[in-house]
């Protein structure tokens, strides 16, 4: 299983970054997949999360309205859409891959695959 994050960097406040999650070495379209983010000093926290069909999404309060989360099975990639971006935006975003297929959650513990992770910051 490789998962290879993309896309991150520098943005200004009110701007907007596209994530992309390469995923390899599995069925991708049986798996949920999510988004979580880890800030300097600070635990990893669930951002967004989406079934394998892409039929549905979660997403944490503090995102909800400005990030979309979203999958191509037939590309295996998974993408998180950052628009309206604040200060506190500023982690270290990683994707995930669900242990079990064909499940969905939040807690960190549901995932056992983990990209290497891509740097967004914030800044003016």
């Known amino acids: 299983v490789q998962l290879v994050e993309s896309g991150g960097g520098l943005v200004q406040p009110g701007g907007s970054l596209r994530l992309s999650c390469a995923a390899s070495?599995?069925?991708?379209?049986?798996?949920?997949m999510s988004w979580f983010r880890q800030a300097p000093g600070k635990e990893r926290e669930f951002v967004a999360a989406?079934?394998?069909?892409?039929?549905?999404?979660d997403y944490a309060d503090s995102v909800k309205g400005r990030f979309t989360i979203s999958r191509d099975n037939a590309k295996n990639t998974v993408y998180l859409q950052m628009d309206s971006l604040k200060p506190e935006d500023a982690a270290v975003y990683y994707c995930?891959?669900?242990?079990?297929?064909?499940?969905?959650?939040?807690?960190?513990?549901?995932?056992?695959?983990w990209g290497q992770g891509t740097q967004v910051t914030v800044s003016s």
């Open positions: 989406i079934k394998w069909s892409g039929t549905y999404t």
């Open positions: 995930a891959r669900r242990a079990v297929m064909f499940l969905l959650g939040r807690a960190i513990t549901d995932y056992n695959h």
């Open positions: 070495g599995f069925t991708f379209s049986s798996y949920g």
